[in-house]
């Protein structure tokens, strides 16, 4: 499996709109964070977590080629708001584009995008062709499991995904439930942590370092940065196995023992 980091930022983005802060003036490239996603592929099968904003930018940049499922954490516009970019991939698969998230992110979704999942044929050509599909449990993705893991992220649930050898979990302060069998033996953990200070969303390093110690992956990379962690500075005072991500950074995954024969 090859992860592709698309973004690492957090909902602004770094560097955020008018901050003249050493984060946002800095030249170090792994500084420059669009909204966060990931593009995981394995035999030849595409998957995008999450469709920002900065999802049409995203693509080109990285010449995605195709778009076989985009898994949703959950409705708020920083994960989202790229969606109606899908029509690229509409256009080029000819088929409509699988979307797996939540039941209440599928609901906000509708009332967000009314235009998408509407039956109005005058304006099939100027919207994206997706199906959407309720998470309700495990479900298999070309040969792998995927477990979902619901997590509180202030009023709303965000929903991470075991997916074989990797999981991804962003935006949340707590993990919903606490069995362990669901996010052990991880080779790589993405978690998305904002900042060092505490928030009431979302994780901070402490609190981030603090779950690392029972989940115990091999190796974790944190994403949803925001300018207040510097690249090099923060990443001198983390463990050796835990690093921030960056924008373009690629890690290939053994995904093979992990395959479920007959399984899609
Ligand atoms: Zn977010
Ligand atoms: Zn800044
Ligand atoms: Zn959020």
Redesign the pocket.
């Known amino acids: 499996m090859r992860i592709t980091f698309l973004g690492t930022g957090t909902?602004m983005g770094v560097p955020a709109i008018g901050c003249t802060c050493e984060t946002c003036q800095s030249e170090d490239a792994r500084d420059k964070r669009l909204r966060s996603s990931v593009w995981l592929t394995w035999d030849g099968f595409h998957v995008v977590i999450d469709a920002g904003p900065d999802f049409r930018l995203q693509a080109l940049t990285h010449r995605i080629p195709r778009v076989d499922v985009i898994l949703l954490t959950?409705a708020?516009a920083?994960?989202v708001f790229g969606l109606d970019d899908v029509r690229g991939f509409n256009f080029v698969q000819r088929e409509a584009i699988p979307v797996l998230a939540s039941e209440e992110t599928l609901r906000r979704l509708c009332a967000m995008f009314g235009y998408m999942f509407q039956a109005d044929p005058y304006d099939a050509a100027s919207r994206p062709r997706l199906r959407a599909f309720s998470v309700e449990g495990p479900f298999y993705l070309h040969g792998l499991e995927v477990v979902p893991i619901p997590a509180v992220?202030g009023a709303v649930l965000?929903l991470g995904y075991r997916i074989g050898p990797i999981a991804y979990l962003t935006?949340f302060k707590t993990l919903l439930s606490v069995d362990k069998s669901c996010l052990s033996g991880l080779e790589v953990l993405i978690l998305g942590v904002l900042r060092k200070r505490p928030h009431p969303t979302h994780l901070s390093v402490d609190e981030a370092l603090d779950l690392l110690e029972w989940i115990r992956p091999r190796m974790t990379y944190f994403i949803h940065i925001s300018h207040e962690m510097k690249h090099d500075v923060t990443s001198r005072e983390l463990p050796s196995n835990v690093h921030l991500a960056w924008d373009g950074l690629v890690l290939d995954v053994d995904h093979e023992p992990w395959r479920c024969q007959g399984k899609s």
């Open positions: 909902s959950h708020h920083d994960h992220h965000s935006d």
